[in-house]
């Protein structure tokens, strides 16, 4: 990794590698609609880009993939494509992630260039920093808030924590579904 392309990527730059966290915490919505708690591993990729212009923006980010599985089993339940991005000018943080269910986040917020701690959100409906689901979804599980906080620990371990809140048909209350892990970088 070029370390000048690592110095334009703010407070993203010491996430750009490898990672892999083997105690993640799910809760979810169940197949019957109720609450399901699973234990899962993950591995995330996120590699520098950058510069990425439009017009007067220039961005700087990282290209990254996820991949989760559960607790001893082989196959994923959950993959993640996307970038993580920085807009120094803007001091905004912005994640774009598609997930293969039919769900699309644009998320932002605030963050000054050393930070080591990162939050980010989308509303439904949003005209920026919003979600896009595809109809099934939007029907059954539609979602109404998307947050995400990261914690840089140190240089080998980083803790995020998703909050999801969906509304679910027939439910008169909003359905948290929050994943959570702490990740160590792999050599």
Not at 45 to 58: A, D, K, M, Y
Not at 130 to 137: D, E, H, I, P, Q
């Amino acid at each position: 990794m070029g370390e000048e392309l690592l110095q334009h990527l703010g407070p993203l730059g010491p996430l750009a590698g490898t990672w892999e966290g083997a105690s993640g915490e799910d809760t979810a919505p169940a197949d019957d609609r109720g609450v399901e708690r699973n234990r899962y591993r993950e591995r995330i990729t996120l590699e520098p880009i950058g510069p990425v212009r439009n017009h007067e923006q220039c961005l700087y980010g990282l290209r990254y993939a996820m991949t989760a599985h559960r607790l001893g089993e082989a196959d994923a339940f959950h993959e993640e494509l996307g970038y993580r991005l920085w807009d120094a000018a803007a001091k905004q943080v912005l994640r774009c992630v598609l997930v293969p269910r039919g769900v699309a986040v644009l998320a932002g917020g605030s963050a000054e260039p050393a930070a080591t701690s990162l939050e980010v959100a989308a509303e439904a409906g949003a005209d920026t920093y919003g979600v896009c689901c595809n109809r099934f979804l939007n029907q059954e599980f539609t979602v109404v808030r998307y947050r995400l906080k990261v914690t840089l620990h140190d240089a080998t371990r980083f803790s995020d924590e998703q909050h999801t809140d969906l509304q679910i048909e027939g439910q008169p209350a909003l359905f948290h579904h929050i994943e959570k892990n702490t990740l160590t970088r792999v050599p």
